[in-house]
């Protein structure tokens, strides 16, 4: 079955109640291909959820940039899947770069982490990717199978995943993995999927990539056969975001 391609934009700790307001007025102005072609999910902090869905147009999604590992409770400062789901928030990031590696997230949390996001019925843009040293010391495949595999033994169905690999050393630096070395990962994600959960999971899950994805370099990322679409950062604050969204049409025509 074909994949549809899926654009997802991290807004990270970033904006106002203006500066929102100026980037949902931006996309809801874009013209990009219909929902049969591309899924596109933004990522507002979650102070901004609320504001961001009431005024976003209905063909763009939202997603939480977080949540909770379990139900909510005496968990100072974090915010529940539940929560998520009382606001009608339909997908959530977890396990990115920035969490595992700053606030110490481990692939087991993670994975505990997706398996409960699922559980309350949330779709989950699940992050994995290695850092420059693993990278150098040739341990890549090595780690996003470790990451991917925390969360396998965790989840029975992988439906409502989406699979974002971004290779930390490409995030913000504006050192982008070339389109080779994307579709290398991809593919050895896709390769580890079909032997460790099903051939079906392999063929139809989404394996976007992240990591300084801009208006330039997206449309030759996208027209690698296992790169699904792109999760955004910086540039999703962007207009360049909807020249973004455009690049699903490299797959439609390919």
Known sequence: MARKFFVGGNWKCNGTTEEVKKIVAMLNEGKVPSQDVVEVVVSPPFVFLPLVKSLLRPDFHVAAQNCWVKKGGAYTGEVSAEMLVNLDIPWVIIGHSERRLILGESNEFVGDKVAYALSKGLKVIACVGETLEQREAGSTVEVVAAQTKAIAERITSWDNVVVAYEPVWAIGTGKVATPAQAQEVHFELRKWLHANTSPEVAASTRIIYGGSVNGANCKELGAQPDVD???VG??????????IIKAAEVKKNA
């Open 234 to 243: 910086g540039a999703s604050l962007k207009p360049e975001f909807i020249d």
């Open 229 to 231: 679409g792109f999760l």
